[in-house]
């Protein structure tokens, strides 16, 4: 498609377990970004990528947080020792380079039970 | 990035003009003011931006005020599929690489 692809759309998971979650942004498209929405909130920014590197992180909660984008492509955000605290949309976009228009996914929506 | 406020919530009947009104009376100058709306159970969709002049696409037109504090997205006939969460954002673009601050939003409803 044309669009942020992410996978899963759904997950479900255990209090404790590692949850990885994947995004394919537009093609073309250098920069990457992860956001985190809680329930009756506003997307919160987590991490930005240009190309391979993360340009700015400092939006991840905790160290149990990682995302890697090893080819400059697909991004894979990584949550270790899940817990319940973590359950949210988790969501991808990307933009063409930075600054320009930011386009979103339609996110993935983990559960930790 | 400059903060903005937008009511909480507004309604509109279907086939009229939504405007939707936000306040950014800190913006500064390289700051352009972006729309976006969330529909329920997707990720958010961009509607329109623009810097200081008044800006028109396919779906909305964004009007700015002259001293660039507050500016109104307009929907010119709502339908009841514009239902959603409106975000009004500011943002330096190029020099903070695009990093959007979301608000709670308006919550728009349009009804028959």
């Known amino acids: 498609g044309a669009g942020v692809s992410q996978t899963p759309s759904n997950k479900v998971t255990e209090k404790g377990k590692y949850v990885e979650l994947r995004c394919d942004p537009i093609?073309?498209?250098?920069?990457l970004y992860w956001y985190r929405q809680s329930l009756g909130q506003g997307p919160e920014f987590l991490i930005y990528f240009q190309g391979t590197g993360a340009a700015d992180d400092s939006g991840l909660p905790n160290d149990r947080f990682f995302a890697v984008r090893p080819e400059g492509s697909v991004s894979t955000l990584k949550i270790q020792r899940t817990e319940r605290g973590d359950s949210a949309v988790y969501l991808c976009?990307?933009?063409?380079?930075?600054?320009?228009?930011?386009?979103f996914g339609e996110g993935s929506w983990l559960t930790v039970v | 990035d400059a903060k903005t406020t937008q009511p909480p919530s507004m309604d509109c009947a279907e086939g009229r003009a939504a405007n939707l009104p936000c306040n950014h009376s800190?913006?500064?100058?390289?700051?352009?003011v972006y729309w976006y709306r969330q529909i329920h159970s997707q990720g958010p969709q961009y509607i329109i931006h623009g810097l200081k002049n008044n800006e028109t696409n396919e779906m909305a037109s964004l009007i700015i005020t002259e001293d660039r504090k507050s500016s109104t997205l307009i929907l010119p006939h709502a339908t009841l599929r514009d239902t959603a969460v409106y975000y009004c954002?500011?943002?330096?673009?190029?020099?903070?690489?695009?990093?959007?601050?979301f608000g709670q939003g308006t919550i728009l409803t349009v009804h028959p």
């Open positions: 800190t913006i500064s100058g390289n700051e352009y």
């Open positions: 954002i500011v943002s330096a673009g190029g020099t903070s690489y695009g990093k959007l601050t």
């Open positions: 976009a990307s933009s063409f380079s930075p600054g320009n228009t930011i386009y």
């Open positions: 093609s073309g498209h250098t920069a």
